[in-house]
């Protein structure tokens, strides 16, 4: 069986990457996620929240959308970590670590941040 190859969205990053972990891969838990995955995904989910806390502010019809949003992506935003996670050869319990005040964030900011294994792993082939 051939590996697959790395799945890079056409277009602009920011929105490809944030389609293809909301829409294709909402709740995928198994396998593998690249950095880019991740942290394209993340910038995207940092700007809309952004956004919506400062239209927030100039109305609580936008606090609600938020919350909504904030909701609504809790479980893609887990699977991409969880994915991104095992793509460093760590299990997806490592997440729990962000539990952990300060020195947890900052440890799993730089286990999410490692480069990926670039062979084949317990989780599957290389994203």
């Known amino acids: 069986m051939n590996a697959p190859t790395p799945t890079t969205p056409p277009g ?3 929105i490809g990457y944030w389609k293809l972990v909301v829409l294709e891969r909402y709740a995928k838990f198994e396998g593998r996620a690249g950095r880019a995955e991740y942290w394209w995904f993340f910038l995207a ?3 809309i929240g952004v956004v919506l806390q ?4 100039a109305s609580s019809v936008f606090s609600i959308l938020y919350l909504v949003y904030i909701l609504a ?5 887990l699977a991409v970590g969880v994915r991104r996670l095992h793509d460093t050869g760590r299990s997806g319990w490592y997440l729990l670590l962000a539990l952990i005040p300060c020195v947890g964030a900052i440890i799993l900011v730089v286990m999410l941040a490692t480069e990926g294994t670039p062979e084949q792993n317990k989780y599957g082939p290389a994203s």
């Open 12 to 14: 602009n990053p920011l």
């Open 45 to 47: 989910n940092l700007i």
């Open 54 to 57: 400062l239209l927030g502010n």
């Open 73 to 77: 992506l809790l479980c893609p935003h």
